[in-house]
């Protein structure tokens, strides 16, 4: 765990596809993580049915798109709560409504809070290491 907390951090750690489907996508969401459109309005513009576009994604990302798309969001922040960006800011600018949305998701994933994670809460408190909650993803 010493190891991997000095380890350099990777940008990004989302599966990718070449899915003809898929790949426009996932381009256009790392384009704009805060894109808030439903899996309707994706399905309508790449041509397919919500029922495909959500099986093709289940199969190439080993995921749901509204999974990724949380993923996408955490890591995006990550640098920013790093470098001290306002949570309100963050939250606003990947999409979500209000800063306590942002804030529950982020602890779902990651198991702190962005303020948790600023402060480098340790191994061992009781919540979950980000190490391996992201090395689990």
């Not at 309707?40 to 513009?45: C, F, M, V």
């Not at 080993?62 to 949570?87: F, H, I, N, T, Y």
């Not at 998701?105 to 909650?133: H, S, Y």
Request: hydrophobic content about 40%; overall charge positive; cysteine-free.
């Amino acid at each position: 765990v010493d190891l991997l907390e000095q380890a350099p951090r990777a940008s990004s750690y989302l599966p990718h596809s070449d899915d003809a489907l898929l790949a426009p996508l996932l381009a256009a969401l790392h384009a704009d993580p805060g894109a808030n459109d439903s899996l309707a309005q994706w399905a309508a513009r790449v041509h397919t049915t919500e029922r495909t576009l959500a099986r093709r994604s289940q199969q190439a990302l080993g995921m749901s798109l509204p999974a990724w798309r949380q993923r996408l969001r955490v890591l995006r922040s990550l640098p920013r709560l790093e470098a001290g960006d306002k949570v309100d800011s963050i939250a606003r600018d990947l999409g979500y409504g209000s800063a306590s949305a942002f804030i529950a998701m982020f602890r779902k994933l990651m198991g702190v809070t962005p303020d948790e994670f600023r402060k480098g809460v340790p191994a061992g408190t009781g919540k979950r290491d980000i190490a391996n909650t992201i090395a689990n993803y």
